[in-house]
């Protein structure tokens, strides 16, 4: 009887004591096994290096840190755990999220019946600081249809947590982009999705928590920026539509007018809503009208 395939669960930390353990947890009491669980301390300076050092005494995680205890960033840790794991698949977990009960099982029978998909993902459900349910994101109502035109223009993905993604995804796509401190998700998935088809499995698989201390929650002028530069690398490294990087760069700009808007900086707040305008003028037409974007 062959052996079942060993999970690699990757969870990059910074000061995450408050969350840390209920991430962990969820992680363990998987229905699926084997699954190696590997957490990347990236330089916290809470308490949660003590709590995980617990964990990693009691042998139910791996624990890697910087050199120095250094905090190198997201993207950092997530390469150090992936050049550690030693599964076939990998799965990351914010340190502030947690796994539904059975997401790996039904993640895993997913991808090893259909061989030629590459990464598969889940339902999230956005829960607030105590666990409270917010939305869900994808939408029930959600496809995929892996073409990467629409994921660039719109993040759909929850990459962290919702996904189940196969080791030598990695080899082909390469590592997390550790230049960006925002949006390494959003990079990473347009560049898995414009090498191998992905699906999405209609089943909860994770819990994503909105909270103020979130990386989401903070950072907005970096995260935006980092939207451009993911937009132009992504349209050096694939034939994008034409029409899709005009309203990616459209949609960029005007969530950077927002950003300086609620600063006080109101022209060069204009100067970027203009430029959304001209780029995509019914998105701002809907907009005006009250439409969300």
Same mark, same amino acid.
């Given at each position: 009887?062959?052996?079942?395939?060993?999970?690699?669960? %990757?969870?990059?930390?910074?000061?995450?004591?408050?969350?840390?353990?209920? +991430?962990?947890?969820?992680?363990?009491?998987?229905?699926?096994?084997?699954?190696?669980?590997?957490?990347?301390?990236? !330089?916290?300076?809470?308490?949660?290096?003590?709590?995980?050092?617990?964990?990693?005494?009691?042998?139910?995680?791996?624990?890697?840190?910087?050199?120095?205890?250094?905090?190198?960033? #997201?993207?950092?840790?997530?390469?150090?755990?992936?050049?550690?794991?030693?599964?076939?698949?990998?799965? *990351?977990?914010?340190?502030?999220?947690?796994?539904?009960?059975? $997401? *790996?099982?039904? #993640?895993?029978?997913?991808?090893? $019946?259909? $061989?030629?998909?590459?990464?598969?993902?889940?339902?999230?459900?956005?829960?607030?600081?105590?666990?409270?349910?917010?939305?869900?994101?994808?939408?029930?109502?959600?496809?995929?249809?892996?073409?990467?035109?629409?994921?660039?223009?719109?993040?759909?993905?929850?990459?962290?947590?919702?996904?189940? %993604?196969?080791?030598?995804?990695? =080899?082909?796509?390469?590592?997390?982009?550790?230049?960006?401190? +925002?949006? #390494?998700?959003?990079?990473?998935?347009?560049?898995?999705?414009?090498?191998? $088809?992905?699906?999405?499995?209609?089943?909860?698989?994770?819990?994503?928590?909105?909270?103020?201390?979130?990386?989401?929650?903070?950072?907005?002028?970096?995260?935006?920026?980092?939207?451009?530069? %993911?937009?132009?690398?992504?349209?050096?490294?694939?034939?994008?539509? @034409?029409? =899709?990087?005009? @309203?990616?760069?459209?949609?960029?700009?005007?969530?950077?007018?927002?950003?300086?808007?609620?600063? !006080?900086? @109101?022209?060069?707040?204009?100067?970027?809503?203009?430029?959304? !305008?001209?780029?995509?003028?019914?998105?701002? +037409?809907?907009?005006?009208?009250?439409?969300?974007?």
């Amino acid at each position: 009887m062959n052996e079942r395939p060993l999970v690699s669960v %990757i969870v990059p930390s910074y000061n995450r004591a408050k969350y840390i353990e209920q +991430a962990i947890e969820s992680a363990c009491l998987q229905s699926y096994k084997p699954i190696e669980i590997i957490v990347v301390d990236d !330089g916290s300076t809470d308490d949660s290096l003590t709590l995980l050092r617990r964990f990693e005494a009691s042998g139910r995680i791996r624990l890697f840190t910087h050199p120095d205890h250094e905090n190198k960033g #997201q993207s950092r840790s997530l390469n150090l755990g992936i050049l550690h794991c030693v599964g076939d698949y990998v799965s *990351i977990l914010d340190s502030d999220d947690y796994f539904a009960p059975r $997401k *790996i099982e039904q #993640q895993i029978a997913f991808l090893e $019946k259909f $061989k030629n998909v590459g990464m598969v993902y889940g339902q999230g459900h956005a829960v607030d600081a105590e666990g409270r349910f917010l939305f869900k994101v994808p939408g029930d109502s959600h496809t995929e249809t892996s073409d990467p035109n629409n994921l660039l223009l719109d993040c759909y993905m929850a990459l962290p947590g919702g996904s189940l %993604i196969r080791r030598s995804v990695f =080899t082909r796509v390469g590592m997390f982009e550790e230049s960006f401190r +925002a949006g #390494q998700d959003h990079d990473m998935a347009l560049r898995i999705m414009e090498e191998f $088809k992905v699906a999405f499995l209609p089943e909860v698989a994770f819990f994503y928590r909105k909270h103020g201390e979130s990386i989401s929650a903070n950072g907005l002028e970096t995260r935006w920026r980092t939207g451009m530069q %993911i937009l132009k690398r992504a349209k050096n490294r694939y034939p994008y539509e @034409k029409c =899709t990087i005009r @309203k990616r760069k459209a949609v960029i700009n005007y969530r950077l007018g927002q950003v300086y808007w609620t600063r !006080g900086q @109101k022209w060069r707040s204009l100067g970027y809503l203009t430029a959304s !305008g001209f780029l995509d003028p019914l998105r701002a +037409a809907r907009v005006l009208l009250g439409s969300k974007i």
